[in-house]
């Protein structure tokens, strides 16, 4: 993998860059479409493709994991070709997941065993397996082992929970460093900061995982319920010590704002189930604000989801018509609705690298934070 800096903003530290893989160029700052078991629920690929333009788009290694299961993976060549996906995947490692799952399971210096939340049988997640799930699975980029601590925490756990993940972490790099790429291409490897939101521990955690000198860095731990201001005071703290020629991706995060504020902080990469799995419930993000299509309000409105969107499904249904359909269950409300907002992430980052390079950046976030909080 390479990556480099095209662009960088004259009044903040948004950065425009480009990551190059075997699967194909990523244009950084990008999102990262969530497709946790193989799919980004509620759209085909040739829409992902050619409508909402994703570079990119994340697999879910505990859920593949279970299902389908590694041997399937395998046997299909890995899970490009298993989907049909030509384009560079990132694999998180299952960390954030086993993290989820706090009522069946335990967490030792080994690694850690859980239920499966399909049948209940028992698992073992170490550092070194799932670098090998990840291998196996077939991600361009995966992700070190690591343990996601909840919000709020207590100072203690987080400072031992991050020498733990250290811990894990050289194990991560000495499986991933004496194995190999299973399906004929490279992957990557990226380290995790965590350190909850204790500056001091955060500050140690990013050195630490710095001086691993890996391809790329990972921000991990937040958008766990603190506050923003909370988060975008990590995210700055991190990004003032991981090294300025490599990707910073901040895992989970976020709204449109959040995305905004931290491509300003520094970050180029970015996943979230916000704008698919909130599609699914009637919300939609624009351009102008959030719209619940839930509401009342939207019942005889025919105008366009987003007129002056350049999706085909924007222009071609009303507002009316996606209220009715959700009020009504259809499954292609959802398919519409998860269309749009995708496609909206997609132009929002794609939007904000235009101004990077442009030097409009700074004064157009500005005017965007304020426009996308807004409910319509």
């Given amino acids: ?69 590694l041997d399937t993976l395998e046997k299909a060549g890995g899970l490009h070709k298993f989907i049909g996906w030509d384009r560079p995947i990132l694999t998180d490692s299952g960390g954030y997941q086993v993290y ?15 239920r499966s939340h399909i049948d209940g049988s028992k698992h073992l997640f170490t550092p070194e397996n799932a670098i090998d799930t990840q291998r196996t699975i077939g991600g361009d980029i995966i992700m070190a082992f690591d343990e996601c601590t909840p919000y709020p925490c207590e100072y203690n756990y987080a400072r031992r929970s991050i020498e733990m993940t250290h811990r894990w972490l ?35 955690s990013a050195e630490v995982i710095a001086s691993f000198e890996r391809e790329g ?39 449109p704002v959040n995305i905004l504020e931290n491509i300003a902080l520094g970050i180029d990469m970015f996943d979230c189930v916000m704008p698919t799995r909130n599609a699914r419930n009637g919300m939609l ?13 939207w019942k005889n409105d025919f105008s366009p989801i987003e007129a002056d969107s350049d999706l085909w499904s924007d222009r071609e249904y009303s507002k009316g018509y996606l209220r009715h359909l959700m009020t009504s269950k259809e499954i292609l409300g959802a398919q519409i609705a998860t269309l749009h907002n995708l496609h909206f992430y997609l132009w929002l980052v794609t939007t904000a690298r235009e101004k990077i390079i442009s ?6 976030k500005n005017i965007m934070v304020k426009r996308l909080a807004q409910r319509l």
């Avoid at 993000?285 to 309000?297: A, P, S």
């Avoid at 030097?359 to 157009?364: K, L, M, T, V």
């Fill in 170 to 204: 050289k194990r991560c790099c000495d499986r991933f460093d004496t194995t190999e790429p299973k399906y004929g291409y490279n992957q990557t490897f990226f380290p995790i900061v965590q350190g909850s939101v204790y500056k001091d521990l955060r500050v140690k």
């Fill in 1 to 69: 993998m390479k990556f480099n800096l095209t662009a960088q903003d004259p009044l903040s530290k948004a950065r425009a860059g480009e990551i190059t893989t075997d699967h194909g160029t990523i244009k950084t700052p990008i999102f990262m479409p969530v497709g946790t078991a193989g799919t980004v629920k509620a759209v085909h690929q040739h829409e992902l493709r050619d409508d909402i333009k994703a570079q990119i788009i994340l697999g879910n290694t505990y859920h593949l994991y279970l299902r389908p299961g």
């Fill in 359 to 364: 030097g409009e950046f700074y004064d157009w």
């Fill in 285 to 297: 993000f624009t351009k102008d604000g959030i719209l619940n299509m839930r509401n009342e309000k």
């Fill in 217 to 255: 860095n990972a921000i991990g731990g937040l958008s766990v319920g603190e506050p923003a201001e909370e988060m975008y005071a990590m995210t700055e703290l991190v990004c003032n010590i991981l090294p300025t020629d490599k990707p910073r991706y901040l895992m989970g995060v976020g709204t």
């Fill in 100 to 114: 989820s799952l706090s009522d069946v399971r335990k967490i030792k210096e080994e690694g850690v065993t859980f």
